[in-house]
């Protein structure tokens, strides 16, 4: 059964945890606090179409009377804005809002784990192998995978009611895995222009109102929050790799592949985040946070 | 497949235009095309290919990019509430590093230009301010969604934002700062500001 490989991440993830924590507790002393914000501070995304204002509604309790950001209906009331006009988008540009950290502590001590992981191991494999497979070869490796987890994405269309999402899914998958050689080509794009549904279990959750809750970053996994971990193993049962192939070390074998094959396409964005960062963990943290807000708006 | 693409860049143009009824092609869009069109003539003129050209080839992107972003209103934008407690000097170090930092940024993105292909897909106009929404397609067959946030300063649109997949650079920058200096103070993310733009040249 595929349900083994399942149960070990889970315990895994579970033991990850457990270590985090007591590391947290130890590391919070050496912290003093500073970091640890109260969770409640911060606007919580409310779900779809609530999100905007959760955002503006953030914005009027955060921002102070200092920052001079004149609220829509006062607009161009502004000192400093009376000759511009003020920014009818200033409420998503001078946001300080972030997700809630309160476990700082321990998503550093994981977010240096991640780092070195990367440099030692990660990068060099990743690298070794970008030398060995030709770009194209590896495109098709990556769509394969892609089209294997249709699952994932058509029903997370489904549970957000976005029925032309769960179809172009459908037909994306029938067209892929035939005309596109076992989902190699993604041809239903080049041919019919029908897009990659970017949805996820995440999304759905944000879509129902449930906010990110806090921010995690998990060893091997990065940046995540509560919601969007519980979505990722949602996702493990949607995997239709775990009933196709439920031989354990197949298994694992097939999920180290798309890992290494993911990674070394993506070789150079971490560094260029580090070298564009003053404070790594925060600037990913925060580039987390934005992104999963994008991704949920759309 | 090239045709093909045309017609659907067409096809949404046409739709955007009947949607919102602003025009896609307006000028901040055509401000970002131009000082895009000039950094891809840049990058990829053969006579600046040679290893030995480096520093003049980012010295021309520089001065392209320096017509089009106000790197004041950037400066200003990320320090938010605490840019009205530094003094004119400390206001002027801080656009100067902090535009170097971003220049810095910004070079490393454009110099491993390869081929690209850069849609313009939306622009939406208010008063003095503008979005304009650009995407990039990779090689790897990815769209990268960029926009472009400007602010209108007599004749020109410059650019005070860019957000990459939803993640503002400005916004990033602002909670790195205020991070930063909630822990230590103006003075230590300026130290910090100046090791990284110094330290990585």
């Known amino acids: 059964m595929g349900a083994p490989v399942r149960f070990l991440i889970c315990l895994v993830f579970l033991l990850n945890l457990f270590l985090a924590l007591s590391l947290a507790r130890e590391a919070d002393a050496g912290s003093g606090g500073i970091a640890v914000k109260s969770p409640f501070l911060a606007a919580q995304p409310e779900g779809h179409e609530l999100i905007r204002l959760a955002y503006s509604e953030g914005q009027a309790t955060q921002g102070g009377p200092q920052e001079d950001r004149s609220q829509p209906e006062v607009r161009g009331t502004g000192d400093d804005e009376k000759s ?12 300080l809002d972030s997700i809630p950290d309160p476990l700082e502590p321990m998503n550093r001590a994981f977010f240096v784990f991640n780092d070195k992981m990367y440099f030692w191991f990660l990068k060099p494999v990743g690298t070794g192998y970008k030398e060995v497979v030709p770009e194209v070869g590896r495109i098709c490796i990556r769509n394969f995978f892609t089209n294997l987890i249709m699952p994932t994405r058509a029903i997370s269309c489904l549970l957000q009611g976005k029925f032309e999402g769960f179809g172009i899914e459908l037909v994306r998958c029938v067209v892929n895995s035939t005309a596109g050689f076992l989902g190699f080509q993604d041809v239903a794009r080049d041919a019919l222009n029908f897009q990659i549904q970017d949805e996820d279990l995440g999304q759905v959750f944000a879509f129902y109102g449930i906010g990110p809750g806090l921010y995690l970053n998990l060893p091997f996994l990065g940046p995540s929050s509560l919601r969007d971990t519980a979505g990722w193993v949602g996702e493990l049962y949607l ?50 946070y934005q992104y999963r807000l994008n991704q949920i708006e759309k | 497949m090239r045709c093909d693409r045309s017609i659907i860049v067409a096809v949404a143009l046409l739709m955007a235009l009947a949607v919102s009824s602003v025009s896609v092609a307006g000028e901040p869009t055509e401000d970002i095309r131009k000082t895009t069109d000039r950094i891809i003539a840049i990058v990829t003129d053969p006579g600046l290919k040679e290893a030995d050209k480096a520093r003049e080839k980012s010295r021309q992107i520089r001065s392209v990019v320096d017509e089009r972003f106000n790197w004041e209103e950037m400066s200003k934008r990320t320090l938010a509430r605490h840019w009205k407690d530094r003094t004119q000097n400390e206001k002027e170090e801080f656009i100067d590093l902090f535009g170097k930092l971003l220049e810095r940024t910004y070079l490393d993105k454009v110099e491993g230009y390869s081929g690209e292909k850069v849609l313009y897909v939306d622009e939406k106009v208010q008063e003095n301010y503008a979005i304009v929404g650009v995407r990039i397609v990779t090689k790897q067959e990815t769209e990268i969604q960029v926009d472009y946030r400007l602010q209108k300063k007599g004749e020109e649109w410059l650019v005070y934002d860019i957000s990459i997949e939803g993640v503002s650079l400005i916004n990033n920058y602002r909670k790195q700062f205020d991070s930063i200096m909630t822990r230590s103070s103006y003075t230590g993310l300026i130290e910090k500001l100046r090791s990284k733009v110094v330290g990585e040249n």
């Open chain 1, 84 to 95: 511009q006009g003020s920014d009818p988008w200033a409420d998503e540009a001078e946001s």
């Open chain 1, 239 to 288: 995997n239709p790799l775990d009933y196709m192939v439920e031989d354990f070390w197949p298994n694992v074998g097939f999920r180290s592949f798309d890992m290494l094959n993911k990674t070394s396409m993506r070789i150079g964005e971490y560094e260029a985040l580090k070298k564009a960062a003053l404070d790594p963990y925060v600037a990913m943290r925060d580039a987390y």
